[in-house]
Each structure stands twice: as structure tokens, then as C-alpha cells.
């Protein structure tokens, strides 16, 4: 095997982060898969240090049943003795005692910069110790070079290089959690709610959460407030209370300084609202609630990903291998020099030291932030805004930022109910600022969403376009969003009033629609089908041996039980992008049959609901039972509805936000580009796009090139990123499969572009 006489350790170190476990997890069963010893540190870099029962080697089911905890389960500790070269020293002594020169770190810059000042110390090190006696010259030779991989476990997102690191996603998880409780207080009393977030040298948190739930007013540390800005906040706070809001929401970052680098504290906040506006506010510290709680199916996702690149690192490394990090970049894995990232990260703290704001914001990636004002002039453009296909969450985020930057552009905004029904029943009607206000953290769709398509109701859908003199349409929803507005473009040579600018926001649960990575509710699907499967798996820990069949939706589309059952780390996932026999049904009862054997005493299976139209959700029942019977019994849990998800996740409240924001400014250059002699005429393919997040980068794709490439029957694209994935589902399930079939992540050079990514989708 590819890994066979190497010995791996992996260690937490530094603060913990949600999705530590399940990054210890995959580093722990790709090393074993790969044929590597893998030894777990517990204790962090003290457990190095202190050696003896804190290194242990592990086993395929040390790590069983660990992915959907919170925290890290080999502990975390601050090691004052690691900064010194006589705890170095004892480290290297304990290592080479276990045979490993391979070293995957999770944790923050600074256990990372540790990590690489202990690799390049290595050789000196081992002189020492062969000098003091304590190894021979024939083991120091052996090991002489030891290989460092990083990944950052750390809920502030503050590290350069990486889209996201560990923790992030489930921290946001946790601030929007108490945002939205908050919410029904402050309204039920007028109050104001000044709520502070971690975040002491980055105010990722603290904007992204201010993003998603609407807040009034941001503190982060890396954009002080101008000076004066007591009278602009209270004012702003004043007159959303004079249009009738109920609840104000100011966000602070623990580390928020003024221009001069005096902090800002949450209480000296609420004293100058309470003494300037009298209004009733109340002070909220959210403190190490942050950390806490299960991981997001982001972070479990991410953290498996990271894990497994990172023992493929370890295993392509040389001796002139620079130690690396992987990386996040959109959603492939990228290797990147550790030290280039840690570097960069710490000319962030610097410039923010010296007071160089600007050049802080653009080291940490200059991320676009929609602003909210009012508009300054009309402009002759009406738009119109419509949900289509069945409910995502996301979808009335999306609704809201586009009727707010209509409105900032001047446009008359109109928000239409039912989908293409209601366009063809007029049911039409002009919106102002405050008719989407509170949109943000509802589920489901606040405008009414239906199936219908345009060619059932042509003629009157042209009549309230001309009626209502639509110049631009804004089609949010799924796989039938896409396609009504294919439909609309497609009778433009018949219906001139339909050389309109359209633009289609793709949000399903299912993530089928041709020219995204990701739709808008997929996110919250995927979780709520993960803590579903996580409390199945739960009610089976009392039982003896028991395999649960778990059906999920999607269609054809087979991304949601795929992305599930990572999260969840379930034993397999049936679906139709992946075609299965009989003989792969039998292999997979006889790999649960091996499993039950062991301490592992349930199984998950996966099955997305149109994967096969014979193997059926009670086939697949009927069949486990039978085979499993005597070893293991079956019971079956139909998800259904449930899927949608209920309040969106930080990311659909993020990503329908930007989404929303950049169709529109799309939409609304694409009118001033076809505006001639007082009307719109707008007949060229790139007039009718879908917008959507390609690997890193938003891009506006025509929905008349996107039909080369969709599968109709199917309400599929011909090609889907995310079957990538299923690879690393059956590997952590243990399923032997070629190691030529993974695609390593592959090690970038470093630019400051690189390394200042946009972060946020």
C-alpha cells in the first residue's frame, strides 16, 4: 500500500473548533486506508511534550461515532513548554520513539507557526539528542526528516488562504441561533439588542452574522468607525423606530476599536443609546457559546475534505517538500506554504496595529458588503421579482436584498405571487423598503411559489408584462425557474414585450440546476437531513445491531443523500448519478454484516428517492432484512418535507443576500446596456442568465447555452461537480476502492491575491 511503514500522528491544538473531530477522523482512517500507522496526540502539543499515554496509536473505530461532536475528543491544551527548544526537544524524543516523522496539525497560526519552527529545528534536534544518549546515530538517520501539514481549526475565519476555516460555519450556526431568539423578545418589548461576538482581531462573525439577520449597526475591528459616529448610529437607530420597526440589532466584535484604537465596548454602546434615545436595550455576550454545540454539515464536510488532502500531502511529501496548509479555495482543496499563509495573516495584525485600515480589509480579502441607502434619483426601469418551483429556504433572503438594491438603483420593484401563475393573473403588486423587512431569517417562500411553467399561460403572462411595462424579471427558484424562463426566451421571436433582461436565481434543495456548485437551500437541506440522521443513529444507541434505511429527496439529483452521508458518516448512498447492481447491494449487506461484528453496532444507509426506479426504499428494507437476518435488524425513516429546512442557515441568508444584490446590479447594467429611444429591447443570448457560484467565482451563465448541457429528462446537468464527493464517502466507510481514483489537492504558488480570497459563500 501507498502508506505502508509510514506512522502518522495528528493533534488539536490552540482553541477548539466544531468539526475538529470529524478532520481527526479522516485523518485517522486515510492514514489507515492508505496503509499508514496513525498514532492520536491527546492533549495538543502538551501530550507531545509529556509523551507516555498521550500518544496513542489508533484504530479504525477509535474514531467511530466522533463526527457529529463538538470540541475536539484528543483535547486541546496551551503549552508554554513547546516554545522552548528544551520542550522541543522532549517532543522529538517522544515522536521518534513512536517512529513518526509526520505530523498533521489542526489549529490557529500560532500552532501552525509551531509546528513549523519544531520542522525546521528537526535535524538539530535529533543531533541532541544522539549527542545526550538518548537516541542512536542509526535512529536519527532513520528519521531524519520530518513532514508538516496544517489545518486551521479556528471559528474566527482569520486566517489567510482559505476560504473558510474549521469551526466558522457552525459558529454562525450558533450567533444566528440566538440572533433569531432575540428577535421575538426585542419585538414583543421595542427593544434594542447590542450582542457581542467573538472575534478579538477579526470581525468575520460578527459582519456575516450583521449580514444575515439585517442588523442596524457593525462593529469590526478592522473598519473602525469614522469619528462622529455616536450621532450617525443613533440617528440611523432613530428613524428605523420613526418607519415603525420594533427591535433594533447592533453588532459588535469583541475587538472593536475606534479610529484612535480605543475599544469599543457592548456596554458603552447600550449607555449611549439608552442616554441619547432612551430607548429599552439590553446587552448580550455570546462568549464560548460560539464553540460549542455539533458541528454544521459544512464543517463536518470541510474538516473530512481537509483531512484526507492532508494525509495525501503527507504521503507525496519529500525532504524539500515546504510544510503546508490545505486550503479552501470555492470547493476544491488546495495546498498552500504553511508559512507564506501565516505570514500574510500576521501583516493583517500589523497593518491594523499601525492604523492602516484599508490595507488590513484588503489582506483579509476586501469582501463585497451589500450597503443599504436610500435611493438618489428614479430611474426609468421597472423590475419584477417572482419565486418558482417548490419552497427553499433562502429564497425570501434573495427577495429581500433584491427589492432593497431595486429600490437603492431606483427601479420600480414589483413583487409577483405564485410564480408564472401569478405573473399570468396579475397578481403584481409594487413593493417599498420596509414590505421585505424580517424576510431575512424565514424558511419557505414569503411571495407564494408554484410548479407552473410559461407555456401553460403564455399569452397572459406577455399581456401583464406589457400591462405592467416589466423591463426586467427576476426568477427565483429551482430546476422550473430555469426552465420558464428557457421557455420565455425561447418565444421571444413571437412575443417582441419578451425581449426583457432575465435572470434566474437557482434555489432548490435538490442543487440541480445547471450552472451553479450550489443552490440557494441546499445548505439548510443538507442539515436538516443531518440532524434527522443524527438522532436515527441516536435512538439506535440502546440497541443492539441495527441498520437504518433513510430515504431522502432530490429527485434525480442525488447531492443531498451524497453531502448527508458525509456529514453523517453513513455506511453508503444510493444514487442515480451512480449507477448500482445487485452485486453492489450484496457487497454492501455483506460490509455491514462485517461491521456489525465489531463494537460498531448500527449501520446508515442512504437513498436518494428517484435512484432506482426497481430497488425501491422497501426493496432496499426488504432486502437488508432478509440478509441481515440474525446479525442485524432494519427499520426505515422516510425524511419527506422536512428537508426544507425550516429558518435558512447562515450560508443561505449570506448567499441569497449577495446573490440577490449582484443580480441585480447585473440586471441593471444590462438594462442601460439595451436601452434605446425610451424602451428596452434586449434579444441576445447573454440577456437571459443564470447566476451562480462556479468553483470560486459568480458567474452569469445564458440559459440558452446551459440547455446544451441539461439533462431534461432528468432535471439534471450533464455534469456534476459534487460525484467527486462520493469517493470520499465510500473511503471513510471503508470500502476498498483504488487510490489512483482520488484527486489530490494540488500545492498553489502564493500570490497576496491568492491569499486575499473573498470569504463569505
Keep these: 500500500m501507498a502508506g505502508a511503514g509510514m506512522a502518522i500522528a495528528v493533534l488539536t491544538s490552540g482553541g477548539d473548533a466544531q468539526g475538529m473531530n470529524a478532520a481527526v477522523r479522516a485523518v485517522t482512517r486515510m492514514g489507515i486506508y492508505v496503509g499508514a500507522k496513525v498514532f492520536l496526540i491527546y492533549e495538543g502539543y502538551e501530550g507531545l511534550v509529556e509523551g507516555g499515554e498521550n500518544i496513542k496509536q489508533a484504530n479504525w473505530l477509535s474514531v467511530s461515532n466522533i463526527i457529529q461532536l463538538g470540541g475536539t475528543v484528543i483535547g486541546s491544551a496551551r503549552c508554554k513548554a513547546f516554545t522552548t527548544r528544551q520542550g522541543r526537544l522532549r517532543a522529538a524524543r517522544n515522536l521518534v520513539q513512536h517512529g513518526i516523522t509526520n505530523l498533521c496539525v489542526i489549529g490557529g497560526d500560532g500552532s501552525l507557526t509551531g509546528a513549523d519552527i519544531f520542522r525546521s529545528e528537526w535535524g538539530g534536534l535529533l543531533e541532541e539528542l544522539v549527542k545526550d544518549g538518548q537516541i542512536s546515530e542509526a535512529v536519527a538517520k532513520e528519521y531524519c526528516h520530518l513532514n508538516i501539514v496544517g489545518l486551521v481549526g479556528s471559528i474566527d475565519n482569520d486566517f489567510c488562504g482559505t476560504d473558510m476555516t474549521i469551526g466558522t460555519d457552525s459558529a454562525l450556526h450558533r450567533i444566528m441561533e440566538v440572533i433569531d431568539a432575540i428577535t421575538t423578545t426585542a419585538q414583543s418589548h421595542q427593544r434594542t439588542f447590542v450582542l457581542e461576538v467573538m472575534g478579538r482581531h477579526c470581525g468575520y462573525l460578527a459582519l456575516v452574522s450583521g449580514l444575515a439577520s439585517g442588523a442596524d449597526w457593525l462593529f469590526i475591528p478592522e473598519s473602525p468607525p469614522e469619528d462622529g459616529w455616536e450621532d450617525r448610529m443613533c440617528e440611523r437607530l432613530g428613524e ?10 447592533i453588532i459588535i466584535a469583541e475587538g472593536a476599536i475606534d479610529r484612535s484604537g480605543k475599544p469599543i465596548s457592548s456596554n458603552y454602546v447600550k449607555d449611549l443609546v439608552v442616554r441619547r434615545l432612551g430607548f429599552d436595550t439590553r446587552v448580550t455576550v455570546l462568549g464560548h457559546v460560539q464553540r460549542g454545540g455539533t458541528p454544521s454539515a459544512f464543517d463536518r464536510i470541510l474538516s473530512s475534505k481537509m483531512g484526507m488532502e492532508a494525509v495525501m500531502a503527507l504521503l507525496e511529501a519529500t525532504p524539500d517538500t515546504p510544510a503546508c496548509v490545505v486550503s479552501l479555495s470555492g470547493n476544491q482543496s488546495v495546498r498552500l506554504p504553511l508559512m507564506e499563509c501565516v505570514q500574510v495573516t500576521k501583516d493583517v495584525q500589523k497593518a491594523m496595529d499601525e492604523k492602516r485600515f484599508e490595507e488590513a480589509i484588503q489582506l483579509r480579502g476586501s469582501p463585497d458588503v451589500p450597503h443599504s441607502s436610500m435611493p438618489s434619483s428614479q430611474s426609468p426601469f421597472s423590475l419584477a421579482i417572482l419565486n418558482v418551483g417548490a419552497p427553499a429556504a433562502g429564497m425570501n433572503a434573495a427577495v429581500r436584498s433584491a427589492v432593497r438594491i431595486g429600490i437603492c438603483q431606483g427601479h420600480t420593484v414589483y413583487v409577483v405571487n405564485d410564480g408564472f401563475e401569478g405573473l399570468s393573473k396579475g397578481q403584481i403588486r409594487e413593493v417599498g423598503w420596509h414590505d421585505v423587512a424580517g424576510w431575512l431569517g424565514r424558511g419557505g417562500s414569503m411571495l407564494g411559489t408554484k410548479r407552473t411553467l410559461p407555456k401553460t399561460c403564455m399569452e397572459k403572462i406577455v399581456e401583464n408584462v406589457r400591462k405592467f411595462n416589466i423591463q426586467a424579471l427576476l426568477v427565483i427558484g429551482g430546476f422550473e425557474a430555469y426552465e420558464g424562463v428557457l421557455q420565455l426566451v425561447e418565444a421571444r421571436g413571437q412575443y417582441e414585450e419578451l425581449c426583457i433582461i432575465m435572470c434566474v436565481i437557482p434555489a432548490t434543495i435538490s442543487n440541480n440546476v445547471p450552472g451553479t456548485d450550489f443552490s440557494l437551500g441546499s445548505d439548510t437541506a443538507v442539515n436538516a437531513a443531518m440532524e434527522s440522521c443524527d438522532r436515527i443513529k441516536q435512538s439506535a444507541s440502546g440497541t443492539k445491531r441495527r441498520v ?13 443523500s451524497t453531502v448527508t452521508g458525509i456529514a453523517v458518516g453513513a455506511d453508503a448512498a444510493y444514487v442515480y448519478e451512480d449507477p448500482f447492481t445487485i452485486h453492489d447491494l450484496k457487497a454492501n449487506v455483506e460490509h455491514l454484516t462485517d461491521k456489525m461484528k465489531t463494537d460498531i ?3 446508515l444507509v442512504l437513498r436518494n428517492e428517484k435512484c432506482h426506479e426497481h430497488y425501491t426504499t422497501e426493496f432496499l428494507y426488504n432486502l437488508y432484512s432478509s440478509e441481515g437476518k440474525g446479525i442485524f435488524d432494519c427499520r426505515i425513516n422516510v425524511l419527506g418535507h422536512l428537508q426544507q429546512g425550516g429558518a435558512p442557515t447562515p450560508f443561505d441568508r449570506n448567499y441569497g ?12 447594467e444590462k438594462l442601460q446596456e439595451v436601452y434605446r429611444k425610451g424602451r428596452v429591447f434586449a434579444n441576445s443570448a447573454d440577456s437571459a442568465c443564470v447566476i451562480g457560484l462556479r468553483k470560486k467565482v459568480v458567474a452569469f451563465s445564458p440559459v440558452t447555452e446551459l440547455k446544451k448541457v441539461t439533462d431534461f429528462e432528468h432535471r439534471l446537468p450533464q455534469e456534476q461537480w ?3 464527493l462520493r469517493l470520499m464517502l465510500k473511503m471513510l466507510a471503508n470500502y476498498q476502492i483504488s487510490l489512483t481514483e482520488y484527486i489530490s489537492g494540488k500545492m498553489e504558488h502564493v500570490t497576496r491575491r491568492t491569499l486575499s480570497i473573498e470569504k463569505g459563500f
Aim: include cysteine; glycine fraction near 14%.
Design 601 to 603: 453496532q448500527r449501520g
Design 548 to 560: 437504518f434505511i433513510v430515504e431522502t429527496m432530490g429527485g434525480y439529483c442525488g447531492y443531498l
Design 240 to 249: 428605523t423606530r420613526s418607519r415603525g420597526s420594533r427591535l433594533n440589532i
Design 657 to 668: 443576500t449577495k446573490l440577490g444584490v449582484k443580480a441585480v446590479l447585473w440586471m441593471s
Design 722 to 724: 459534487w460525484l467527486n
